[in-house]
């Protein structure tokens, strides 16, 4: 075991062992370990295989960011190893490996890495034919080239969203970033300070500082109730007006923030040599986070290379955790000695100055580092750490709109930041020391409150220190290869060489051909070295480089974040209980639910066919609530529905009902209804259920447009609609008690009219879909149940039924009644439908007007006709089968059902416009490919004269 | 149209469309309000016909109040009056109004078309911060504030009452509503697991 007493291992609690297990061997760990950090007290450094080579690979960075620590879960590929916790009984096994991760067949792919030289497969997979790519390399490539393995039968998680506004959000809750947000909320104004670790602190967690520092801040923080902190959550996004996805585990904060304060941090980078990527080789950082973060001993025996001040530190760290330093290794030439370099010293550690690390090697199948090349000769040790330099965590400010330049005085890469709501803190910013870091976070805390509108007392100005000169790693290629400087991708120093040498000089271009900063790690350790050899080998300098965009999200997010959660929406009529309570079998029609029929599935056909037979010959009753119901009202109501209409409304008599067709600007059908006129001033008028929204939104347009004195109310929830239709209709109105004359002299058809039925305020016409005797009594949707109920009872007598959507579509196929959206596409004209009667000659506008008039003049192509199929007609074509002429499609099947009350199958299409009359055949092509013969029928297959809903 | 004899049904009462939905009384408390009297005007004339009746209009988007009742001004010819606790002024009001002569506005049945719900309890704010994207900070949303919005992913008017938020909303989306609260309130907290 390379378990550390305490206080190391903040993030662990001993007392809490959990059983877990790795590539199917046991393991133990403690609540709070990684699975990366439980495996390394193990002893288990191998993690995963590298992504070309098979390369044995374990702990870089312990952030999470490289695909060297992506495991297999059993339900979530790509797993951060060094992040995700562990928990008890949990599955961990490697990706990317063929066979085992302690036995990889693929492995061998190591020594063949001359035959997979840099843009292979650009060169490659391009034939021998033009499909080859898709058909035969690409699925070759994807199978041996997987990160994880998407498990489809994955159980169910629990996502959400919700939203967070705040007046400053700080992201990152290092010593930056910690002094901002308490700086910010100080001045009383809302915070939130989040940060990807479990813990608030940063590098003040597990880097070589004083704990008080710290705990410090934290005691300030607390006593701050405007500051909310959010750790393990982590911003993956900037977006325009300062909107951040903060994602919390499963949760995702829609965030808005008037000020961000970016305090990222740095990211550590790798040095470049031979071997460079043998488990045991770390950054500095990711030592020191295995021993304070989880009292982990990264290592027996370390080499060190230092060419910072957190090199000396992470030295010194080791010693405490009874690490035995062999040797410190500071490329950089000698100087003056700092107080760290005299504490190592005085504590016995050789350092060697101007010499750097030319090479590893590893145990056998490297699977662990086992002795490093230092000025010719070798070293044995277990563990080398790196701490060469940092690059800005770039990715969030750049999506801000931040530019990444190079100062080359000081060897390191910068950011600017135009003048706005977004700022940078710490070491993002360049400040690489702590003092400068916390000074940072005041400064940029001011400058968001001042934006704010808070007055704020000038900051004593801190002289910056100096900031000294990053030391810069001459990057040469090995002669014999593997110094990578792309991990996920396995690419070398050579193939970015060679990459400039095929004339690929620009980044985004080196980027595409060689993949650099295309794995997981998305360039956090190669940027900046690929950077420095592409400036090298063509000349310029790094900041002419630059590096490739960067664009959210910063890190993977799952899709079930994205997703949340969503109630699906449902929208219920007020009779709705009435219709459980019959055992309607009920279905969703957009959001809406509707009985389908009454009854049971078992005699699901049997109860349509009564319902049907019931209208014909009694009386029925229908839930047509879901209809869409508008109320236009003021003096120019008629005016405003002429305008928006095909018919003539401002002329319709009070206590008339007309027939409303509405067109779009190209001379489509978009809706049809009716139009009540209840008073000169006020119609209520019904859409089709699945339009009235954006008929309501259109009316609304063109009412701000034309500026006429109407107002447009949607009454669609606010009142029910009950048709009562069949040749016993009257008589059922009839016993209820009411105001209204329903005799056919009183209340001719297609009229309206206001009264009382049973105690309800109603609003009743004379229309229908069914072709029948038929009354629509609509009425505020608090009093329908009451209505149904004395509907219902007074149709008892006369054996009335209530029924369903599938009964009335038969109805309306048998009167060849359209339906929008079914019946018609995006082109269908009036003339196209037979509605030229519809459509009035005298108005001089309405839209859709014009183009009609146009679409005329280019002759009709296409006609909407009935279709009668003999009874007993074997093969049925389907809605949307074609109606072919000489072979060729001209129209197709909209509606297709049989009609117990003729005995046949019939059907509404287009056809032809010169098959359209009468006794035409025509040809359709069933679903088997079958074509028929099918003789065209006027509309009106039932009732052609329409006698029968005058009555 | 003549004023109603017959029973009024509202969708959480039983026999109504939500009757058997359960409103969730937790962290989150859901209360229906849907049956308590208000009025609504709508159209040209409201306005100045309510002024005329010495109702105090306030600006659009804010929240006056007339005789114990509270009057939201949701557009500048659009009115609701609520009487929680005031149903008998409302009712002279609403006596007052179908009795006048035009001009005087049109009704817009909003008692009908809209549910009126309220949500309250210790979960309060994390659950309106996930149904609504809104800043609702007190400091942001005062208490004569009106946003008319989404909330629940579906249109609404909010404000505040005293116990919490007030929320108006399509009235055939009431089951649905209900559901989308409980829901919301049981994620709260499960995030990490």
């Keep these: 075991m390379n378990r550390l007493l305490a206080p190391f291992g903040s993030r662990i609690d001993r007392s809490q062992p959990i059983r877990f297990t790795f590539e199917g061997k046991p393991f133990k760990g403690y609540e709070g370990d990684s699975i990366a950090s439980a495996l390394a007290a193990s002893g288990q450094w191998v993690l995963s295989r590298s992504f070309k080579y098979h390369r044995p690979r374990g702990i870089l960075s312990m952030t999470g960011t490289d695909a060297n620590a992506l495991v297999q879960l059993p339900f979530e590929p790509n797993a951060a190893a060094e992040r995700t916790p562990i928990s008890e009984g949990l599955r961990v096994s490697a990706q990317n490996v063929n066979g085992s991760l302690e036995r990889d067949r693929d492995a061998i792919m190591d020594r063949f890495g001359r035959f997979l030289p840099v843009g292979f497969y650009y060169r490659t997979f391009m034939g021998p034919r033009r499909d080859s790519w898709l058909k035969f390399w690409e699925p070759v490539i994807r199978r041996k080239a997987g990160l994880g393995v998407v498990d489809t039968k994955a159980p169910h998680r629990h996502f959400d969203k919700t939203h967070l506004h705040c007046d400053v959000l700080v992201v990152g809750a290092g010593p930056a970033g910690l002094s901002a947000a308490i700086a910010a909320a100080e001045a009383s104004v809302d915070v939130v300070l989040c940060d990807e670790n479990p813990e608030i602190g940063g590098a003040l967690s597990y880097g070589r500082y004083d704990p008080a520092i710290l705990s410090g801040l934290l005691a300030r923080l607390e006593s701050l109730p405007n500051l909310k902190g959010l750790t393990g959550t982590v911003c993956n996004g900037w977006y325009e007006d300062n909107w951040l996805p903060l994602i919390e585990g499963n949760r995702l904060h829609r965030t808005r923030a008037r000020e961000v304060i970016l305090a990222t941090g740095a990211i550590e980078q790798p040095a470049v040599f031979r071997n460079n990527d043998l488990p045991g080789i770390m950054l500095g950082g990711a030592a020191q986070r295995l021993i304070r973060h989880y009292g982990v001993r990264p290592g027996q025996s370390a080499v060190v290379l230092a060419a910072n001040d957190d090199g000396y530190r992470t030295a010194l760290d080791l010693l405490d955790a009874g690490v035995s330093v062999v040797e410190l290794i500071d490329p950089r030439p000698a100087g003056e000695a700092g107080p760290l370099e005299a504490e190592l010293r005085g504590k016995g550690v050789a350092i060697r100055k101007g010499a750097t690390i030319e090479a590893a090697e590893g145990t056998a199948g490297n699977r662990h580092l086992a002795r490093v090349r230092i000025g010719g000769s070798w070293i044995a040790c277990d563990l080398l750490t790196v701490s060469i330099g940092q690059a800005p965590a770039w990715q969030l400010p750049c999506q801000a709109g931040g530019k990444v330049g190079y100062d080359a005085a000081a060897g390191a890469m910068t950011i600017t930041l135009p003048q706005g709501p977004v700022h940078l803190a710490g070491a993002v910013a360049g400040s690489d020391d702590l003092e400068d870091a916390i000074a940072s976070g005041r400064r940029a805390a001011a400058a968001a409150l001042a934006r704010l509108g808070h007055a704020v007392a000038d900051d004593p100005q801190v002289t910056a220190k100096t900031i000294r000169p990053r030391y810069v790693q001459p990057i040469v290629a090995d002669p014999k290869g593997r110094d990578f400087v792309d991990f996920d991708e396995d690419l070398q120093v050579k193939d970015l060489q060679n990459a400039t040498k095929d004339g690929y000089r620009e980044i985004e271009l080196v980027k595409r051909f060689t993949t650099v900063g295309m794995g997981p790690s998305q360039g956090r350790h190669s940027a900046l070295a690929t950077a420095r050899i592409v400036a090298e080998a063509t000349g310029r300098t790094v900041g002419e480089i630059g590096i490739t965009t960067a664009r959210p999200p910063v890190g993977p997010e799952t899709l079930g974040v994205l997703a949340g959660h969503h109630e699906a929406l449902e929208r219920r009529t007020a009779p709705h209980a009435r219709h459980i309570a019959l055992n309607a079998a009920m279905k969703p029609v957009g959001a809406w639910w509707r009985p389908y029929y009454y009854g049971d599935a078992s005699s699901a056909d049997e109860s349509v066919r009564q319902e049907i037979l019931a209208v014909r010959e009694g009386v029925g009753l229908l839930d047509v609530s879901t209809l869409g119901k508008l109320e236009i009202r003021g003096p120019d109501a008629g005016e405003f529905l002429d305008r928006l209409y095909t018919m003539a409304h401002a002329n319709q008599p009070v206590g008339r009902v007309r027939y409303c067709l509405m067109l779009n600007e190209m001379g489509s059908v978009v809706d049809d209804g009716v139009a009540y006129r209840m008073a000169e001033d006020e119609f209520y008028v019904t859409a089709t259920t699945g339009a009235v929204a954006r008929v309501y939104a259109d009316m609304l347009f063109w009412n701000a447009e034309w500026r006429l004195k109407v107002d447009v109310l949607n009454l669609t929830g606010a009142f029910s609609g009950l048709n009562v239709t069949g040749p016993k209709a009257r008589l059922v109105l009839e016993a209820l008690e009411s105001d209204i004359d329903f005799s056919r002299d009183a209340f001719p058809y297609l009229s309206g009219r206001e009264g009382m039925v049973a105690g309800v305020p109603v609003r009743v016409m004379r229309i229908g879909f069914t072709g029948e005797l038929s009354y629509e009594l609509h009425c505020p949707s608090s009093l329908a149940p009451t209505l149904w109920d004395a509907v219902m009872a007074a149709g008892r007598p006369h054996g009335l039924r209530p029924y369903g959507l599938e009964a009335s579509r038969i109805l309306r196929l048998e009167k060849g009644h359209i339906l929008i959206g079914q019946d018609t596409d995006a082109i269908t004209t009036p003339d196209e439908l037979g509605f030229g009667w519809a459509v009035s000659k005298k108005k001089p506008f309405f839209i859709g007007k014009r183009s009609i008039e146009m679409r005329a003049r280019l002759g009709l192509t296409r006609k909407l006709v009935g279709l009668q199929f003999p009874a007993g007609a074997r093969n049925i074509p389907g809605e949307s089968c074609l109606v072919l002429r000489g072979g060729a499609p001209v129209g197709q099947i909209t509606s297709v059902g049989y009609s117990p009350s003729l005995g046949h199958h019939i059907a509404l299409a287009y056809v032809h416009v010169d098959d359209q009359a009468e006794g035409s055949r025509v040809t359709v092509k069933c679903r088997n490919g079958e074509l028929v013969e099918v003789p065209v029928v006027a509309h009106a297959f039932f009732d052609p004269t329409n006698a029968r809903q005058e009555i | ?193």
Excluded at chain 2, 52 to 73: E, F, K, S, W, Y
């Design chain 2, 1 to 193: 149209m003549a004023a109603s004899t017959a029973m009024r049904i509202y969708p959480f009462m039983p026999g109504g469309a939500a009757g058997s939905t359960k409103l969730i009384s937790d962290a989150v408390v859901l209360s229906d309000l849907t049956g308590r009297p208000r009025f609504g005007l709508k159209g040209g004339g409201s306005a100045a016909w309510l002024a005329a009746q010495g109702v105090t209009l306030p600006a659009v988007n804010r929240i006056g109040d007339h005789r114990g009742m509270r009057v939201l001004r949701l557009g500048n010819e659009d009115i609701l009056l609520l009487a929680e606790d005031a149903g008998e002024t409302l009712a002279e009001v609403k006596a007052a109004w179908q009795a006048a002569t035009a001009p005087k506005g049109y009704s817009s049945w909003r008692e009908e078309g809209w549910a009126w719900m309220r949500l309250s309890g210790p979960g309060l704010a994390e659950a309106m911060s996930a149904l609504c994207a809104l800043d609702l900070r007190p400091q942001k949303f005062g208490a004569d504030d009106i946003a008319q919005t989404r909330v629940g992913h579906i249109e609404a008017v909010t404000f505040r009452s005293p116990a919490g938020f007030d929320i108006l909303f399509d009235v055939t989306a009431s089951a649905y509503f209900a559901r989308a609260v409980a829901a919301v309130a049981g994620h709260t907290g499960k995030h990490r697991g």
